[in-house]
């Protein structure tokens, strides 16, 4: 059923909860599964129109998803890794879109009641926004 699953990670305990789901699934379907994380600092966000040098998040938030990779990898499973930069939901999209997915998986974290008010959470703009199917798993 699904032959590309794009995981969106945030570098956070929440990723423990998602993992496991994702990687049965995997094995189940017999798909491969395309780790994202999205850096979305101030020289992230910026990267591609300047000449800023990689940030220390950006160093991190690589070798995050390079340990992640290795640990499903060993489990038998496909996957790639991918940092992308800038605002989550957009590039969650473009990411999911491009390497043509056909699940988004991610966590939700429940409510931030002021951010979410004012920006809306990363899950309510790619639910409205796309058209690949959604897997969404309740952070512990």
Not at 12 to 26: G, I, K, M, N, R
Not at 69 to 86: D, F, I, N, T, W
Not at 113 to 132: A, C, M, N, P, W
């Amino acid at each position: 059923m699904y032959r590309k699953i794009l995981v969106a990670l945030d570098h956070t305990c929440a990723d423990d909860s998602l993992l496991p789901h994702v990687a049965q699934l995997a094995g189940l379907c017999g798909a491969s599964l395309l780790l994202v994380h999205v850096a979305d600092g101030w020289v992230a966000r910026r990267y591609a129109t300047t000449n800023l040098a990689e940030s220390e998040e950006m160093r991190e938030d690589g070798a995050y998803l390079d340990r992640r990779r290795k640990e499903l990898s060993a489990q038998g499973l496909r996957v790639e890794s991918r940092l992308a930069m800038g605002e989550p939901s957009a590039e969650i999209l473009k990411v999911g879109d491009e390497a043509q997915c056909d699940l988004i998986a991610m966590t939700t974290h429940g409510h931030r009641l002021i951010g979410d008010i004012f920006y809306g959470s990363t899950i309510e703009k790619v639910r409205h926004k796309t058209g690949i199917p959604l897997l969404i798993v309740r952070a512990k």
